[in-house]
């Protein structure tokens, strides 16, 4: 019964893991760029939901909303000034920007909000469900975060496989010159798919939060991290991927603090993203790509 | 062999490196005369050795980032290293080896020796991915490095040596000593690092870097860099000289770890985090990606400002993330380029040479 416990809440850590992970696998599958600052804009989005619940007593689904579009214009901004201008430039270039704008982000958030932590309200209250006759305690926020991702999972598959937008993301990440010539603005397509990912990041920072209380400047950028693991895991550039990835990714670091040590669980989890990338660099469902000379 | 080396390269490179040597000597000089006349507050005197270790640790991140092209971002990593096999070496050497300086050169070579195998251990892995995935990579394995520290449990008695993970079942004989207390790291240091001995760490790496980078080893580095399939087309074995780099970077960065850390009583796993693996990245960005001189410069320059500013002190992170998003801009960017180009009143000269 301890092992489901264990498993439950896994399941639950890596369905936060899996909605980040869907930002940057949408974004490097587009854009071909790790965005670094993904784990930050999920503090700005706890940020905004923190206060717009506990400072102005808003709802906390409007909260929610609210931070997803402060979120969302966020990511939009930032693709425009940082990364946009360094379009042609060399990866490395691009990295550093973005770790640069991680900062950037992580260092107003500490003065506009100060470094002392905040205990962030959960959005559902502190209830939960007792299972066989109590033994097995799940909690809502649990409930409602795999709900959440599961939703999110299907619409955005039906999004990218049915609309035309979603054609058109596809078409960019497979060769963007091309869908230039068809006739696809591949700018909007790349801002639309940083404003999804940023729109997303709010609602994992609103679950994360409500999850682990604790809201700092750097909240973010672990999650982040671990987040980008799981989009590796899966395979980077597929949903379904990033999906799998960060549920195994959860269910890997939960099982590590239960079983192992909680001092080194994040070693753990790193090491799962180095033995992946040895193992197999394009995941478990990405497609292997050839090297064009 | 040096000199020979330096008169067949070509003269503006020569000038280049030489005005290198030539401007540290002279700011060690400076700063000894200064510091020996009481002219310099005692934190800036604080400051000189940390300042001579982040030079250190820009010159060897620069010869990852600057001239083999690739991102490391776990550089704190060697540096903890470095730190701790060094500070615990110096500890062990402290009965037997009375004589600080020479108790500090063997503390330094051990931790650029075990740096250099983490190192190697590291580029095993790492080496085979490129770009963004042995960034996101070389991340984690600094902290990885981070955590296991924090749970080493390392000492001495007089049934020799000791050590255990997560909790301490060292069980030390009486008069024994636990060197490494996890994660309250090392303490009781004897701060035996000086500013000569941190001068002397410059110029060897100095010379290290710049050998290597003019030689055969050195322009595979570059070839590499600058078009890795062009490169392994003509033969050039890709691991080996990348290899070459890491391990010689990680070694330079472990000497800097221990010269770092017995200029402070105390030391902690987590003193070497994410932050200082970005603040170096800052200096290098900073002074100019595989430009020597001007990582030294930058990381001079970003040691002291913050002190002389203190009342800034809360902006400081923010300044060097603005640096290296604008630095990244100004030097990648066409129309910025251009913008910039033509505010330089030196242009025309440039574009004569």
Request: net charge positive; hydrophobic share 55%; charged share 10%.
């Amino acid at each position: 019964m301890i092992f489901l416990n264990f498993f439950i809440s896994g399941i639950s850590l890596g369905s936060i893991y899996a909605i980040i992970a869907l930002g940057y696998t949408m974004v490097y599958g587009i854009a071909k760029m790790l965005n670094f600052a993904h784990g930050d804009v999920i503090m700005v989005g706890a940020y905004v939901c923190f206060y717009a619940v506990s400072r102005y007593g808003m709802n906390p689904f409007v909260g929610v909303v609210l931070a997803m579009a402060v979120c969302t214009s966020l990511g939009i901004v930032i693709e425009r000034f940082a990364y946009k201008p360094l379009r042609q430039a060399p990866s490395l270039a691009v990295l550093i920007t973005a770790i640069g704008m991680s900062y950037f982000l992580q260092n107003t958030a500490l003065l506009l909000w100060s470094s002392n932590p905040k205990v962030f309200p959960s959005i559902i209250g502190r209830g939960s469900f007792k299972l066989f006759e109590g033994k097995l305690s799940v909690s809502h926020v649990t409930v409602l975060t795999i709900a959440t991702c599961v939703i999110i999972m299907i619409v955005l598959s039906l999004f990218i496989s049915k609309t035309k937008l979603g054609k058109a993301m596809r078409a960019c990440s497979e060769d963007k010159g091309a869908a230039q010539l068809m006739g696809i603005n591949v700018n909007a397509t790349i801002s639309l798919t940083f404003a999804i990912g940023s729109g997303l990041a709010a609602i994992a920072g609103a679950l994360l939060c409500s999850a682990y209380p604790t809201l700092m400047p750097t909240t973010g950028s672990l999650p982040g991290i671990k987040a980008f693991t799981a989009a590796v895991f899966g395979g980077i550039g597929s949903i379904p991927g990033a999906f799998l990835g960060g549920l195994m990714l959860g269910v890997i670091e939960i099982f590590a603090k239960a079983y192992i040590s909680s001092q080194l669980s994040d070693a753990v989890v790193f090491g799962v993203l180095i033995v992946v990338l040895l193992v197999k660099p394009s995941g478990l469902l990405g497609k292997q790509l050839q090297e064009k000379v | 062999m040096t000199m020979r080396r330096l008169i067949n390269l070509k003269r503006v490179e020569a000038r280049r490196i030489y005005l290198t040597y030539f401007i540290v000597i002279a700011a060690y000089v400076i700063c000894q005369t200064m510091s020996s006349t009481k002219f310099l507050s005692s934190s800036m005197r604080g400051m000189l050795v940390p300042i001579c270790a982040y030079m250190v640790m820009a010159i060897s991140l620069n010869l990852v980032v600057g001239i083999s092209g690739e991102l490391s971002l776990g550089h704190a990593g060697f540096m903890s290293v470095g730190a701790f096999s060094g500070v615990a070496t110096a500890i062990l050497l402290q009965k037997v080896l009375p004589f600080a300086p020479a108790r500090l050169a063997i503390a330094m070579i051990v931790a650029a020796i075990f740096a250099a195998i983490a190192g190697f251990l590291i580029g095993i892995p790492v080496l085979r991915l490129k770009g963004d995935y042995l960034a996101i990579v070389t991340l984690a394995f600094g902290e990885i490095i981070k955590s296991l520290l924090n749970n080493f449990y390392f000492g001495v008695d007089s049934g020799g040596l000791h050590f255990s993970m997560l909790t301490d079942t060292t069980r030390l004989l009486k008069g024994g000593r636990l060197i490494i207390r996890g994660p309250m790291g090392i303490s009781g240091i004897q701060k035996i690092a000086t500013f000569p001995a941190g001068f002397i760490l410059v110029m060897i790496a100095l010379m290290v870097v710049f050998n290597l980078v003019n030689s055969r080893s050195g322009r595979a580095f570059m070839a590499i860099r600058d078009d890795r399939i062009a490169a392994e087309s003509i033969g050039l074995d890709i691991t080996k000289y990348k290899m070459m780099a890491f391990v010689t970077s990680a070694a330079l960065a472990g000497a800097a770890g221990a010269l770092f850390a017995m200029n402070y009583s105390t030391i902690v796993a987590n003193k070497f985090d994410f932050n200082t693996s970005i603040l170096i990245l800052v200096f290098v960005v900073l002074g100019g990606q595989g430009n020597m001189l001007g990582g030294i410069i930058a990381a001079a320059v970003l040691t002291i400002l913050p002190e002389k500013l203190r009342q800034f002190s809360e902006y400081r992170m923010l300044l060097y993330a603005v640096v290296l998003i604008v630095m990244m801009l100004a030097t990648n960017n066409a129309e910025i380029k251009y913008f910039l180009s033509r505010l330089n009143p030196f242009r025309r000269k440039e574009e004569a040479e």
